[in-house]
């Protein structure tokens, strides 16, 4: 009767894959590349701040490798940016798909013409352009693009997406049958159990050891001290090259039954953030841990991702010995299995609230002596004591107290609005130079003040150290060249530099006229073309840099061509 049951259940799992791959055309799109398709990451993995949107093609750690129309239709979009595409097509399809080719080096020769024609003419290097459907059409397999490492990339290769064309939302491009060999199941590396009577965040992640027993894994008995509980896994999935890919499918049994699952099928834009919900974002930000909950969070609010109705939630009303398992799947069917047997011990101090107690869907406003915090009812995923309190600083030109806001490992969903009182007056043209400042430990965001009255108001969507700083420095940029040099090489380059914040606006001219620099991270590249031919004797460049408190420099630099 065992062997029957478990034949069904494969039966069922079978139908379900063929029944969700019919949802979308197989075979349509053909690889973008020339060469096999190896992925570096799948739909759905986890980043940070969002889910992964796409498949990271290889191209064997090279660049400028033909990138190829999946299918025929026009090309409907390009960007250009400084971080997260970089260089992008998008090619729109008559079967209601549009498919997207980002961190491009350069796009194919007419294409490339009509965007350099444009920069030019706007005297503006980063682009956002929409065409028609018949300036720009496209056969499958035609050339479109040059493969590169550009925008938010950390080394060279295709980023890959399939979207709905209506909804714009992105499609897992595994479900539309591309030819690449899978034949191992994901890989169990941990379980984690969660206190659920206050908060996933506090006390946080109880670890749980796995061990591989054949084909399966398992755990000893897990003794929980919390007559409510959740779990997470820590997992990765293989294709045969090797690589550390997300978790497609996951399903959690108690005792037999169902009481939870997710599967990363499509996920848009707008919703992506909402992955912060789906993980434990404590360890995620502080050891790099990817663990995904295996329950729903309070202000998680993603459709077409967990089932319906089944929180994961479990309440163990005696202290008998409980079975659990957790399934995972790729897209291939690949499966791997865990059984942990759960028991509930004598229940440990549950924890309290607090005056700052925030709750997910409700929004508060929390305030200091010189300080207010603003958010919103869909700003938290879980319940969070939110400790808020000043500190002072050491930074001589602070001009506030540094408010703390509670902890940069404790994800929120959207903006917040933030308000600090200066610790002195300021002038009207000092406040015209303050910038708020927010450190969350491993980088910081620095944003134009605004003020109302003698506040000063911003919004983050990250936590972390806020204050005021009153900046007087001058951005500036350094050339990769002596003064007077001949430039025999294919580039300029100028290196940006800041004391506070970012260079938010650069502008240069070649003998009084507008020049293309391309911005790469930190640097300004100007690849020499007709503008500055060889031969063409000694130039003039003109540089001015804004930062973001708005203060200006201008530089001048020469050189020989």
């Known amino acids: 009767m065992k062997i029957f ?173 591309f030819a690449i060999p899978d034949s191992v199941a994901p890989i169990i590396s941990r379980l984690y159990w969660y206190d659920r009577r206050f908060s996933t965040y506090e006390p946080g992640a109880n670890g749980i050891t796995v061990k591989k027993v054949g084909n399966t894994y398992a755990t000893d008995v897990v003794k929980v001290n919390s007559p409510m509980i959740s779990f997470g896994i820590k997992a990765v999935d293989k294709a045969n090259q090797g690589f550390n890919l997300g978790i497609y499918k996951a399903e959690l049994l108690m005792d037999g039954k169902l009481i939870y699952g997710f599967s990363i099928d499509k996920v848009s834009y707008d919703d992506t953030r909402y992955l912060n919900g789906c993980i434990d974002y404590t360890k995620f930000i502080r050891d790099k841990t990817a663990i995904q909950h295996l329950s729903v969070l309070p202000g998680m609010k993603l459709q077409n991702y967990s089932n319906a109705n089944m929180s994961g939630i479990i309440n163990l009303q005696d202290q008998d010995i409980h079975t659990i398992e957790v399934i995972l799947k790729d897209v291939k069917g690949n499966t791997s299995r865990l059984t942990a047997k759960v028991q509930l011990n004598t229940a440990g101090e549950k924890i309290s609230q607090t005056a700052k107690t925030v709750l997910p869907n409700e929004g508060k406003t929390i305030t200091t002596e010189n300080a207010e915090i603003n958010l919103s009812k869909n700003a938290l995923y879980d319940v969070v004591n939110f400790n808020m309190y000043e500190k002072s600083d050491g930074d001589v030109n602070a001009v506030s107290n540094a408010i703390v806001l509670n902890s940069p490992y404790i994800p929120v969903h959207d903006n917040y609005i933030l308000k600090i009182k200066p610790n002195r007056k300021l002038t009207k043209e000092e406040k015209d130079k303050v910038v708020m400042s927010l450190n969350y430990g491993s980088d910081m965001n620095v944003i134009k003040a605004k003020w109302s009255g003698d506040q000063a108001e911003g919004q983050f969507n990250r936590l972390g150290t806020v204050e005021l700083i009153l900046d007087n420095s001058l951005p500036s940029v350094s050339p990769g060249w002596k003064e007077g040099a001949i430039i025999n090489s294919s580039i300029l380059r100028l290196k940006g530099n800041t004391k506070v914040g970012d260079i938010i606006e650069f502008r240069a001219e070649l003998d009084g006229k507008w020049l293309r620099f391309a911005r790469v991270k930190d640097d300004f590249i100007y690849t020499f073309d007709e503008k500055c031919p060889k031969g063409s004797g000694s130039h003039t460049l003109k540089v001015v840099t804004i930062n973001t408190a708005g203060n200006t420099n201008t530089q001048t630099f020469t050189f020989q061509r």
């Open 5 to 177: 049951s478990k034949l069904m259940v494969a039966i069922c799992f079978i139908h379900t894959i063929i029944a969700q791959a019919q949802n979308y055309p197989q075979n349509y799109f053909r690889n973008p590349l020339n060469i096999p398709m190896q992925l570096a990451a799948n739909f759905g993995a986890v980043r940070t701040n969002h889910f992964h949107m796409g498949l990271d093609l290889r191209t064997n750690s090279q660049e400028n490798l033909s990138v190829l129309a999946a299918a025929e239709g026009y090309v409907s979009r390009v960007k250009v940016e400084r971080y997260g595409f970089g260089n992008a097509v998008y090619v729109t399809h008559p079967n209601g798909y549009t498919t997207v080719y980002a961190h491009l080096n350069k796009y194919y020769d007419k294409l490339d013409e009509y965007v350099k024609e444009k920069q030019y003419k706007d005297e503006k290097w980063e682009q956002d352009i929409t065409f028609q459907p018949g300036q720009f059409p496209v056969t499958k397999g035609q050339l479109i693009a040059l493969s590169g490492n550009t925008g938010g990339s950390a080394g060279p290769h295709l980023h890959f997406e399939i979207r709905d064309t209506k909804t714009e939302e992105c499609l897992n491009p595994l479900l539309f049958g």
